[in-house]
């Protein structure tokens, strides 16, 4: 089974770690001898009790996460946290400041608007079609919170520092890239994934809290849309993505026990990525189409000469079982999403392909 299948470089959902797959397999039948599917299992039941409490353990620990933050699990995908985080956090008067980094960022600026809130736009790289990360940040000091996507998948560029604010808390959408480094974890008031790049399957968003950061947010909102009830409820207010967060505790524990933590993780993102970019940047066909000092680890954009190239480049890929690697539908080009589970084999199988590929079109 495991010769089928291909080097998946999708940009999400995106490849799982393998062992993961095959944990899951082994136990879907028979879940720790309930004799139920982790599927079937009750939410209230001690079986599930297990299964996500040892998934917010393992968060926390991976991230050196102290007693003062929640780890949650909430439906809807990162694209409810843009329309979220103003109606929690966003009062009469008050005003936030965004960092636009590309689609996502904009997309969460917008939904400020649709809400008749105030967002302060204090960085943008639009004027590059998002081709870089901003540099010189400066925070407004009365701002209700500071906003970014720290890592632009799309775009392919990403945050390797994170801006000074004062104490003013960063909310980051990190759904493309959280778990793959360690982080300073101080600085942020709230971090958020959707699991479908690098934590698990679609449908579950990952939502990473400050506590007291959350006693500032708003009373009276529909009980699904409010974070006090997913951290007062233990994330199951009501039924929550069970399959997801089993999923999601079981990557965890791949990056704790199999990849040795976030700075091994690391460590190894650079390792594939660097192949992948010294390749391109020593050759004349390919091209990057971030700026070096803001390349992505996770999603690596370029293009090749022409449009008709990369499509044949795409289709070709494809047949040659490296898949995934069109670019966005929004930019064209290419893209290499290589999280977490991307192996240091799917790369050299990618650099091999692109190498004879050149050959073949320049010669
Ligand atoms: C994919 C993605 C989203 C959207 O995620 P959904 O779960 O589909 O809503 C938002 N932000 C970033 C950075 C993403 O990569």
Known sequence: MTDQRIYNFNAGPAALPLPVLEEIQGEFLNFKNSGMSVTEISHRSSYFDAVIDEAIVRAKRLLNLGDDYHVLFIQGGASMQFGMIPMNFMGDGESADFINTGTWSTKAIKEMGIQGKTANVIASSEDKNFSYIPKEIRVNTDA???????????????????????????????????????????????????????????????????????????????????????????????????????????????????????????????????????????????KTTAEKYSRSLMNVTFRLPDEELEKEFVLRATEHGLGGLKGHRSVGGCRASIYNAATMESMYALVEFMESFEKEKTS
Not at 242 to 266: Q, R
């Open 144 to 286: 209700r919170f500071v906003h970014l996507t720290s890592n632009n998948t799309i775009k392919g560029t990403q945050f390797y520092e994170f801006p000074d604010t004062n104490g003013v808390p960063i909310i980051a959408d990190m759904s493309s890239d959280i778990f793959s480094k360690p982080l300073p974890v101080e600085k942020f008031g709230m971090i958020y994934a959707g699991a479908q790049k690098n934590l698990g399957p679609s449908g579950c968003c990952m939502v990473i809290l400050r506590k007291d950061f959350l006693e500032t947010a708003n009373e009276g909102l529909p009980s699904m849309l409010s974070y006090k009830t997913y951290a007062n409820k233990n994330s199951m207010y009501n039924t929550p993505p069970c399959f997801g967060i089993y999923t999601i505790g079981l990557v965890l524990k791949w990056i704790e026990e199999e990849m040795g933590g976030l700075e091994k993780m690391e460590a190894y993102n650079i390792q594939k990525a660097d192949i992948l970019y010294d390749f391109i940047d020593g050759s004349e066909f390919y």
